[in-house]
């Protein structure tokens, strides 16, 4: 079993930027698949942006060249950091981890709003 507890959301003024931090529990967290999600009110949850086990990353068209997804190993940790933030970019934020059997664990969510 893998928890996830999600941290660094906020309101932030368009143009600004945050940085969410996701620590997870368990073992095995290199082997794994991570990233973020986000819901927006009204819409389907959607990939925002992942990193797997060996590096490799994959963001969503929107937020290309905006937003960053690094991963710590050592400490059980993915972070986005979002730059350059749009008023769409407002939505629940969540952290995912996708095991080698393709379980998927989800943290509880972080609420991002950016005002215009």
């Known amino acids: ?4 507890v999600e941290s660094g959301g906020g309101l932030v003024q368009a ?3 945050l940085r969410l931090s996701c620590v997870a529990s368990g073992s095995f967290f290199s082997l ?3 990233g973020w999600y986000r819901q927006a ?3 389907e949850r959607e ?15 929107s937020v290309k060249g ?3 997804i690094s991963r710590d190993n050592a400490k059980n940790t993915v972070n986005l950091q979002m730059n350059s933030l749009k008023p769409e970019d407002t939505a629940v934020y969540y952290c ?3 095991n080698v059997y393709h379980t998927n664990y989800w943290g509880q969510g972080t609420q991002v709003t950016v005002s215009s």
């Open 41 to 43: 009110p009204g819409n």
């Open 32 to 34: 794994n698949t991570v």
């Open 15 to 17: 143009g600004g930027s």
């Open 66 to 68: 905006r937003f960053t």
């Open 1 to 4: 079993q893998v928890q996830l």
């Open 96 to 98: 995912n981890v996708r």
């Open 47 to 61: 990939l925002v942006a992942a990193i797997t086990s060996g590096g490799s990353t994959n963001y969503a068209d």
